[in-house]
């Protein structure tokens, strides 16, 4: 069993930044993609961005693009997502996850954080 614990979410202005935290810890796949989701209220959650083992692999969402970035630290299991010009269309639950694979996590992880709420004020 895996446990993801996620930090940093908080109330910002539009335009400000947040960097989002989120830990792995106990029994961790050796080799694992990382990435993050958000569900807004009465919306399905989707996809923000994902990061491959080696970290050089990176995807994100086309609403995200050129804003976000998300990264890893291996050593610590930890994965961030670094959001800059944020948006009042940004707020959500932010989720992070892990699949066992080494490119990307996909549509079904294999385990999900609790939540972190972000939330952006025009």
């Known amino acids: 069993q895996v446990q993801l614990v996620e930090s940093g979410g908080g109330l910002v202005q539009a335009g400000d930044s947040l960097r989002l935290s989120c830990a792995a810890s106990?029994?961790?796949?050796?080799?694992?993609?990382m990435g993050w989701f958000r569900q807004a209220p009465g919306k399905e959650r989707e996809f923000v961005a994902s990061?491959?083992?080696?970290?050089?692999?990176?995807y994100y969402a086309d609403s995200v693009k050129g804003r976000f970035t998300i990264s890893r630290d291996n050593a610590k299991n930890t994965v961030y997502l670094q959001m800059n010009s944020l948006k009042p269309e940004d707020t959500a639950v932010y989720y992070c996850?892990?699949?066992?694979?080494?490119?990307?996590?996909?549509?079904?992880?294999?385990?999900w954080g609790q939540g972190t709420q972000v939330t952006v004020s025009s």
């Open positions: 996850a892990v699949e066992h694979a080494v490119l990307r996590v996909g549509p079904h992880p294999d385990y």
């Open positions: 106990g029994r961790t796949f050796s080799m694992y993609a």
């Open positions: 990061i491959g083992w080696h970290g050089s692999i990176t």
